[in-house]
C-alpha cells in the first residue's frame, strides 16, 4: 500500500512539474520554395535521333538498348524530379498508332487518382514536331505532367515527370508548375535529325 501511495505521489508531482501554462500557438506554415531563374541549354548527343533545349539545372543521362529502344532522363536534383523520355523509331506511318495507344494505355493507369486531365495539342508543322500533352489533376497523381511527340513518319518520343515523394501535389503545385513549363520549352524545341 505504501508503494502505490509513493508511486501516485511521484506520478503527481512529475505531472505537475511538467505542465507549462505558457502556451504560445505557432503561426501557420507553407512550404516555400525558392527557384532559379529559367535559363536553357541544348541537349545534343550523337546516341539520340532528336535534340532539344533542357533546364541548366537539370542532368540528362541517356541510356539504350539492343532494340534501338532509347530513354533518356532528366533530373532535377534540387526538386527531387525526373522526366522520363521513352524513344521508339517508328517502322512506318502505321507503327504510330499502336505507339498512341501503348502511351494511352500508361496514362490510363493515373486516372483512378485523377479529378481530370487537361488536353492540349502542339503542332510545329515547320520542323514536323505534333505533340499532344496531358495534365493530369488531382492531389494524389504520381505523374501530373504526360506527354507523346511524333513526326508521323519516324519517330515517336514519350515523357512522363514524377517526383520522388508521395503524392500531395496540392502542396507541390509550385514545382510541379515550375517543371511543366520546362517540359514545355522542352517540346517547343524538340528537333529531329535528318
Not at 41 to 61: I, Q
Not at 172 to 183: E, G, R
Request: glycine share 4%.
Amino acid at each position: 500500500m505504501k508503494k502505490i501511495l509513493f508511486l501516485s505521489l511521484v506520478s503527481i508531482l512529475l505531472l505537475a512539474g511538467c505542465s507549462n501554462n505558457d502556451y504560445t500557438p505557432k503561426p501557420v506554415a507553407y512550404l516555400r520554395f525558392d527557384f532559379p531563374p529559367k535559363e536553357y541549354t541544348s541537349f545534343d548527343t550523337a546516341a539520340l535521333p532528336f535534340t532539344f533545349e533542357c533546364a541548366t539545372n537539370a542532368n540528362v543521362s541517356v541510356k539504350k538498348n539492343e532494340r534501338r529502344d532509347k530513354w533518356v532522363d532528366v533530373l532535377y536534383p534540387d526538386y527531387k524530379g525526373v522526366v522520363f523520355l521513352s524513344y521508339k523509331p517508328l517502322a512506318g506511318p502505321q507503327d504510330l498508332r499502336g505507339q498512341i495507344d501503348t502511351s494511352y494505355e500508361l496514362l490510363k493507369m493515373h486516372f483512378d487518382y485523377s479529378s481530370g486531365v487537361d488536353e492540349n495539342n502542339y503542332v510545329d508543322p515547320h520542323n514536323r514536331v505534333y505533340a499532344t500533352t496531358y495534365l493530369l489533376k488531382g492531389s494524389n497523381v504520381a505523374s501530373t505532367y504526360q506527354f507523346w511527340v511524333t513526326d508521323s513518319v519516324n519517330h515517336f518520343l514519350r515523357g512522363s515527370l514524377y517526383l520522388d515523394c508521395t503524392p500531395n501535389n496540392d502542396s507541390l503545385a509550385p514545382v510541379l508548375d515550375y517543371l511543366q513549363k520546362d517540359l514545355v520549352h522542352l517540346l517547343e524545341t524538340l528537333r529531329w535529325r535528318e
